[in-house]
């Protein structure tokens, strides 16, 4: 029964660490809207690698001119988004 | 209308400042009129909507201390309060206008991996 | 697959509506069904009718509508979300003695349980706000 | 002493809409002058003519026409957040070929130079967000 | 040139951490909304004491049932609000 | 229209999450044709607004990078960056679409200290 994730705010409100308490082994997390600024600390990310996988949504991320080191996350177009949401069971959204 | 389905509702944000805790009583509601089962969570800083004496009277608005109450009379017993939130704003079971119970991070994430679906305000 | 939609914030003041757009409309094109599109709290300005933009940016509001349309979608803006923001049908405008709507056609007006329904119903549902 | 109001917030979503209105109101019964207020980005829509409140909850839309009236205030709403956000009035509705208006007749539509001006000329500026 | 400033929105979004860094000797801080949520954090008010004066909106503390230490920061109604306005030379919104 | 009047405005949020970058540039933008004296800041998620390379027809939107650049067409010169703000983020002056004065908490202050009217968004 894993869930998807989707945190939608830049990191100063927080909401990782909320999703965090909530996140079972297994889950998923992708970073959307303003969340992808998550994107770039990579400390923080590659802790959560043993847990969950973590993706980037590739539309918010070059509209924000972000580069991102693909070794901690992938970063995932729409379609691959929609994939998720598909293969996960439900969808936990933290906005 | 099916009945095996179990809806979440996280309420996470403190009243009054905006509509949020509103819409997931509301919802939560709605779930409970179709007869579904239903668990009520408040973490982070929607434990505040939990606290005795608030009265909204002189700010234009409905008192959410008493609409909680609600929960109750459309039969949400499943109602959870997260440790570390009370923690972090040193509040205790006392403060509280009604009973919740208190989870912890691992009861948190049994009741969503035991969620159908997770409305998340 | 079955997806519902739940909006919950207003176009231009937060990307969600758009990310949400976006979102069905990739659903649709890979070949998932819509169940049901929920608007609520301050997503139900996505519906309205008398929203003009720029010639250089989106009307967020005409893009659902045509989508809605083309793909035959059911759309539903939450009833105490709507009429409290101004978002109303032909009904409520009689009902109230306004002289105007401004409720997009291809959105009709009901109440929570359509949410409720759409959870109970839907393979998935998705929530931006 | 001279005040102007500027209001971000759209009114239920967020009680700043409620706490300006609540600080114009006794600013007013103070003795203080409202130069200017002006209602900006989602603010726009509490000069909206269609909101329909349940009657156990505060129609702010009402409230806020009822003080502009009796005191006579000057009430603007920011042409670029109005019309995208489908709150327009007769000249647009006419010039965009839309059916209804939906701006409450104390408040006009005009541009940023009235908040530049509303700055410039009053004592002091509060912004509620 | 002293300045008011108002913050209304929960500790949660860190809004005191940049006000803090715009407060000036002199100023005075107001919570209101959300934001009377920061006037139980008796410590960091306590600090903040040398630099400034701190007031919290009586209407937003009692529709959230929060009692508050009036050692720390003075509860005031509507009224010495606008009050405040009047006698700072501007208003610096938070939110 | 009296010309002694100084704006400054504050510009904290990140692009394209929301649209209160674009609302604090438009609204500096018009204080500037008023030609008023204007102070433009980015602080806090604000200095995300500055980085290179941005490109947002994806999302259905204006880039904004290429707005920035017209505080300079508008004749706003006096444009900062919060040093802290910019170190949190891990930026650095050449990460920037237009150039930028970095200030600290004392400049911030002093800048405000003589600013007739601050838009704080």
């Known amino acids: 029964m894993s869930s998807l994730h989707t945190i939608s705010k830049s990191p100063r409100f927080n909401l990782l660490e909320s999703c965090l308490s909530a996140v079972s ?53 729409y379609r691959k ?11 936990i959204s933290w906005f | 209308m099916s009945n095996s389905h179990t809806f979440t509702f996280i309420s996470r944000t403190a009243p009054y400042g905006s509509n949020r805790p509103q819409l997931c009583l509301d919802a939560a509601l709605a779930a ?16 505040y909507q939990l606290v005795k004496h608030q009265d909204a009277d002189a700010i234009n608005s409905k008192t959410l201390g008493n609409a909680l109450e609600t929960l109750d009379l459309y039969g949400i017993q499943n109602v959870y309060v ?6 972090q704003r040193k509040l205790a079971a006392d403060d509280l206008v009604i009973a919740a119970q208190s989870i912890g991070d691992e009861e948190l994430k049994s009741l ?10 | 697959m079955k997806f519902s ?6 176009p231009y003041s937060s990307e969600a509506a758009s990310t949400a757009y976006n979102f069905t409309k990739t659903l649709l094109d890979e070949g ?64 109230h003695e306004l002289a105007a709507t401004s409720l997009l056609a291809s959105s009709e007006i009901a109440g929570l349980g359509q949410l409720i329904d759409a959870a109970i119903n839907s393979d998935r549902v998705v929530n931006f706000g």
């Open chain 2, 32 to 47: 409970a009129v179709f007869e579904q089962k239903v668990n009520y969570i408040f973490m982070d800083d929607g434990v």
């Open chain 1, 25 to 77: 082994e297994g889950d998923s997390i992708i970073f959307i809207e303003d969340g992808v600024y998550h994107c770039n600390e990579s400390e923080l990310l590659a802790k959560l690698l043993s847990t969950s996988k973590c993706y980037g949504l590739k539309e918010d991320l070059s509209a924000r001119g972000l580069e991102v080191k693909v070794d901690v996350l992938q970063i995932i177009s």
């Open chain 2, 82 to 87: 997260c440790t570390t939130a009370m923690k």
């Open chain 3, 5 to 10: 939609i739940v909006v919950y914030a207003a």
């Open chain 2, 112 to 121: 969503l991996e035991n969620s159908n679906t997770v409305f998340n305000l």
């Open chain 1, 81 to 91: 988004f929609v994939e998720l949401c598909a293969s996960h069971e439900k969808i």
């Open chain 3, 32 to 95: 998932h069904e819509v169940y049901r599109l929920f608007f609520f709290s301050d997503g139900v300005h996505n519906a309205s009718s008398l929203a003009i933009t720029p010639q250089d940016e989106t009307n967020l509001q005409k893009f659902w509508d045509a989508l809605i349309q083309n793909h035959e979608l059911d759309s539903v803006v939450c009833v105490t979300s709507a009429v409290k923001r101004g978002i109303i049908n032909q009904q409520e405008a009689e009902r």
